[in-house]
């Protein structure tokens, strides 16, 4: 491996901030016991930690094609997060050709792979560590896979299907829908907190109290004593006899001597269960025939189960129901729908009871999903998908596609070897990402950049040379002084003297004229006084001191921060939208111009760009500034009280200081109220590539959708005021057959009820 790899795999060790946050695996409780349980191995961070991702996939262009490849691909989790789940650090150490689902035989195709892991575990192999220049035996060890529901069941053995489907084992708490002829899995509250409210609730779940504790996991010690003795020959002629509960194998994952010790041996895909989530409320809301939720047959089993008399079916006297219909997405639309703008549109097209609780949701699986505090990134299959994308490219032969995988992967990874010792020429580990705002000479440093005139961010796109008049030269030269912290020494010096000067005038009144006279009194003390700075600084401030050219560069694009930015003008013929800024500053708020007891806050402001210049102070010294357009609390910004932040543009703020340093701008999105279109609700976001490794003690995440947490999770109705009834349908809710109704339902007996799920239970 190069140097730089040698030493990545060593930066979960030695590089990690460790303060208590999850940023990293290394951060969880799995890492941290096994590292306990095995101290010998985690002696040496150079061992690797391997994760184990497998899924199938159609390697045809044509869906028609009815086929299904299993790739088994590994990531070592050693590395940074920037890293880990990128696919030059991916080994695809299997592959399982179709046409169909290995299923249960996995083990079959499986066993070199865990005979190899093994051998690295016990004897380990000879490595050169090419960073400390020496040879030592590396180990592996294998802490979990990732997979979706179905590969779960293949790769732990645990049959997902049945009344003990739930990866909960034997605690799963399951019914069977009589109408719906499935189970449903009920008992999710057992996982609250004991004193949580949702624990006491009835009609708005189940008309039953929760009280049991959480199911305990099945530690692998546990699953291999219920399984002792158990024998399973594979292969689709075996017959074997029952295994106990819902297990379908022994998984061969228990061959490797630490597996049962492993805190979590198997991780389900967040990306796959995400989507069906959402498509099931989009479903749900739309009244999509033959996929609702919110069906006949349902209604049936809830008037069988004796919850929520509003919504049991009544006769259908006449007409039909509209129904809408949604279908196409892929998991990253459901992704974005679910965790931005699902919540925007069902703020006030739902009832509150209802929205409330889908909004809860849709903050939860944004939490999860940050890459702080969550880690799903570490264990979600988008990289893997993205992968399996990247192989389906290779194939060029239809009639042997796995062996067209092989080859195009064997010949990108020599090439991927080849490029790990190539220096002066640009590779896939060199290249810089699409929105990457900065690039160093030879002997300059991320560290070395000027505080005066910071040569960060590029431009793209058109550019045009324009003349700018004294009024916005003068605002943009304003805001550049006191927005540069090598002045702000110059700027509490310049206020202290106008107090001193003026004692009686109020400090509304200072800091007018110091606003006013600071220009000309900063210049002065440049170019006249005496000042104990280096000669650079003081080179760099004679040029800041001056006004800059009134010949300025215009762009209609922007990289900056990782975050790219346009105009305006320029998205007015695009369907994207890159134009929305935020900048929290710190503001003095004033009563009366003669008040002397300002108020020093942090008030956010929204903006939308409409100009980029480049100011020029000659000599190459260059400053970039978004001008915008402006809203703040007061005028044309308010909060909805679901937490939501609205703006309005047609109430901006004057133009008296519509500039921003480019540096300082934040990237907002703004998606129009439907019913109030003046209005726009903001949705924040980060960079990409951004990765908090901790530099600060408090994190803040950023969850985009802005809701309450603590109001949401606090929101249920009480009993009496749950109203399931919905009341955008009509009263006759239920179109079918009118046979299967009656006019007056007689309810089941407790008797009754019993010998049910005695045949349920036996079926």
């Known amino acids: 491996m190069s140097s730089e790899t040698a030493s990545f795999m060593r930066w979960h060790k030695e590089s990690r901030t460790n303060d208590g946050n999850l940023r990293h695996p290394a951060d969880s409780p799995a890492w941290k016991t096994f590292d306990f349980i095995h101290k010998e191995f985690a002696s040496d961070p150079r061992n690797v930690r391997l994760g184990l991702a497998a899924d199938g996939f159609n390697p045809f262009r044509s869906m028609n094609n009815s086929h299904s490849t299993w790739p088994v691909v590994l990531v070592p989790y050693n590395l940074p997060p920037w890293l880990y789940m990128k696919q030059p650090y991916m080994f695809l150490s299997l592959l399982i050709p179709g046409p169909s689902s290995p299923g249960n035989d996995i083990d079959i195709y499986l066993q070199p792979l865990i005979e190899e892991l093994q051998s690295l575990w016990n004897e380990g192999i000879e490595t050169y560590d090419a960073s400390l220049k020496q040879n030592f035996r590396m180990k592996a060890s294998l802490l979990w896979t990732i997979s979706d529901f179905p590969g779960y069941a293949m790769l732990s053995g645990w049959s997902t299907k049945g009344h003990l489907a739930c990866p909960c084992h034997k605690s799963t708490h399951s019914q069977w829908l009589k109408h719906c002829h499935k189970f449903c899995y009920l008992g999710h509250r057992r996982f609250l907190h004991a004193g949580h409210e949702f624990r006491r609730h009835k009609k708005a779940f189940d008309n039953n109290q929760e009280f ?17 003795g158990k024998q399973v020959q594979f292969g689709k002629l075996s017959n074997n006899d029952p295994l106990p509960h819902g297990w379908k194998k022994h998984s061969i994952f228990f061959n490797l001597p630490y597996w049962k010790d492993n805190v979590l041996r198997h991780n389900l895909d967040v990306m796959h269960i995400e989507k069906n989530v959402c498509d099931n409320i989009l479903w749900t809301i739309l009244n999509v025939s033959g996929k609702s939720k919110d069906s006949v047959k349902s209604r049936l089993d809830m008037q069988m189960m004796k919850i929520r008399q509003g919504l049991h079916p009544k006769r259908h006297v006449s007409g039909k129901l509209k129904n809408k219909n949604i279908s196409g997405l892929k998991s990253h639309d459901s992704h974005i729908l679910m965790q931005q703008l699902l919540p925007l549109a069902i703020r006030r097209l739902l009832p509150r009871a209802i929205s409330k609780p889908v909004m809860q949701l849709c903050s939860f699986f944004k939490k999860l999903c940050t890459k702080i505090g969550g880690l799903v990134q570490a264990r979600w299959m988008y990289p893997i998908e993205r992968f399996l994308s990247t192989l389906k490219s290779y194939v060029g032969n239809k009639a042997h596609p796995e062996g067209s995988i092989a080859n195009g992967y064997l010949a990108v990874e020599c090439l991927t070897f080849c490029s790990r010792y190539l220096h002066g020429v640009e590779t896939r580990f060199n290249r810089p990402s699409r929105n990457y705002d900065r690039f160093f000479s030879e002997n300059e440093t991320q560290e070395e950049v000027p505080t005066i005139f910071p040569k960060i961010g590029r431009s793209f796109g058109h550019e045009e040379v324009v003349s700018l008049g004294n009024d916005v030269l003068d605002k943009a030269h304003h805001y550049v002084l006191t927005n540069c912290s090598d002045v702000d020494p110059f700027i509490e010096q310049h206020l202290t003297l106008l107090k001193s000067q003026y004692p009686r005038k109020s400090p509304h009144a200072i800091q007018v004229l110091h606003n006013s006279t600071f220009q000309s009194w900063f210049a002065h003390q ?32 922007f990289v900056i921060n990782g975050l790219r930015f346009h105009t305006s003008e320029l998205e007015r013929k695009r369907k994207t939208q890159n134009s929305g800024v935020m900048i929290t500053a710190s503001t003095q708020s004033y009563a009366s111009a003669r008040d002397r007891n300002p108020v020093y806050s942090e008030i956010s402001y929204y903006g939308v760009i409409q100009e980029m210049l480049e100011l020029d102070y000659n000599y190459g010294n260059k400053v970039v500034l978004f001008k915008c357009d402006w809203v703040s609390d007061g005028r044309g910004l308010k909060h909805d009280d679901l937490g939501f932040t609205l703006v309005n543009f047609s109430q901006r703020l004057s133009d008296k200081e519509p500039f921003i340093m480019a540096s300082q701008a934040q990237q907002v999105f703004y998606v129009r109220d439907p019913i109030d279109t003046d209005w726009q609700v903001v949705i924040k976001t980060i960079p990409r590539d951004l990765y908090d490794m901790g530099e600060e003690e408090d994190v803040d995440v950023d969850t985009f959708v802005q809701t309450d947490g603590d109001m949401l999770s606090s929101h249920i109705p009480n009993d009496d005021d749950v109203d399931w009834t919905r009341t955008d349908r009509n009263e006759d809710l239920v179109d079918a057959p009118a046979e299967i109704f009656v006019p007056e339902w007689r309810g089941i007996s407790d008797t009754e009820q019993e010998e049910d799920n005695d045949e349920e239970n036996s079926g």
């Open 526 to 557: 440049i170019y006249e006084g005496s000042l104990n700075i280096s000669q650079q600084k003081l080179k760099l401030l004679k040029r800041l001191a001056r006004l800059p050219n009134n010949v300025a560069k215009k762009f209609h694009g």
């Open 212 to 228: 049991r504790p959480s199911p305990r996991p099945m530690s692998g010690s546990e699953v291999l004593l219920e399984l002792q």
